[in-house]
């Protein structure tokens, strides 16, 4: 079975891409990774409904008109107001920023398995449209998913509030919101690790990227099914054994900032609490990074299953045929693979050229005094480097590039 085969085969198609270790290129992968993975901490959650309470007296006692206008002279609740609406709108603003980045880095990552080098600023040129196209549908996906966990909350209270609510309606509506939450979470999978790699492959959009994917997906469910399910139990236990060693890499790495924190409030004074807060942003910053570098290799793994599973399925929508050929003995094919533990028979003569074309081109980024994200070529990095010519591209894809 595909999906069982494939797990062996991403982990030695990872360690050909990530090995040998090339401090530019895990840098870049690891910001990429920032934006496009959870690093661990959890998939995106889904708005419910309010539960109310159900206790039959109020919680909380009411106050008199008294004690209500000593409040508001204490604490003026327009200015309050205000100040939560500013607060609330710049928190908007940074979530949109990072949704927006995060979707176009989702093509970013995939470009950059595909091609074995990270661009940066050359993949997120050219993958822009496709980010956006992205980003609307995780937003209205992400609607589509409260209003309907909202929906039954919503019914209740219109009914008479929550007071007569009894614990078999609560449990029902536990599991409905579980249930929501899983098909939300399956959509959102199956859109960023199979849909994207479409719509970048052919050129389509959302809607017409799942179009596109939804034979395959009906043709081998068995597949798919498995994929899921594996994909769960791993991500579970690497998460778990993860963490530990973040944790305890964190605080190694907090020690010296935190020795650096208390000198210079005790020997400068106000502008040793000044500098301090500096230092405790680099020390943040420095944990993201650290983070992000161990969730790498962790994030690169799963994608490279994905499309490995995804070629398997459906030769026509493989992305890394020649990292396929790399690691199986008979040229790529979905039979008999011939795959060897001790990595012998899996194209060692392609890991090699790849390497030392990769050292050279990160020798020539890191040796570079003007621009370490410089792309090494001599064309514009905000252009797309691989234009091509839609003359012949006459099929139903003009139709599906708007979703």
Known sequence: ??????????????????????????????????????????????????????????????????EVEEFEEEFPVEELLVLLLVVGGIILFLWLLYAIISAVMQFVFIESLRTTEVHVRRYFSANFGNGLRLFLFRVGLLLVAGILGSAPA?????????????????????????????????????????????????????????????????????????????????????????WFVIMFGALALLIPFAIVIVLLILAAGEIGVFLSVLVGIVAFLTILLFVALVWTPIATYFQYYALLLLGDTNADLDLIPEQRAAVRADGGES????????????????????DERRTSDDDREWDDDSDPWNDTDESDPWSDADETDDSNGSDDRDDDRGW
């Open 1 to 66: 079975m595909d999906a069982i085969d494939d797990l062996s085969d991403a982990l030695e198609t990872t360690r050909n891409f990530l090995t040998p270790v090339s401090v530019g290129l895990w840098v870049k992968l690891a910001i990429v990774v920032f934006f496009v993975s959870s690093l661990g901490m959890g998939g995106p959650t889904i708005p419910g409904g309010d539960v109310g309470t159900f206790a039959d007296e109020p919680m909380f006692e009411e106050e008199t008109p008294g």
């Open 154 to 242: 919503a019914v209740i209270w219109l009914q008479g509030g929550f007071d007569a609510l009894s614990g078999t309606l609560v449990a029902l509506y536990a599991l409905y919101g579980i249930g929501l939450y899983l098909v939300y979470s399956l959509a959102r999978r199956f859109t960023d690790e199979f849909v994207a790699p479409v719509m970048l492959l052919e050129d389509r959009g959302v809607i017409g990227g799942w179009r596109r994917l939804w034979p395959t997906l009906k043709g081998n469910w068995t597949e798919y099914l498995v994929y899921l399910i594996l994909v769960w139990i791993l991500s579970l236990a690497i998460t778990i054994a993860v």
């Open 335 to 354: 039979g008999e693979r011939g795959d060897t533990w001790d990595g012998d028979a899996r194209g060692d003569r392609d890991r090699l050229d790849r």
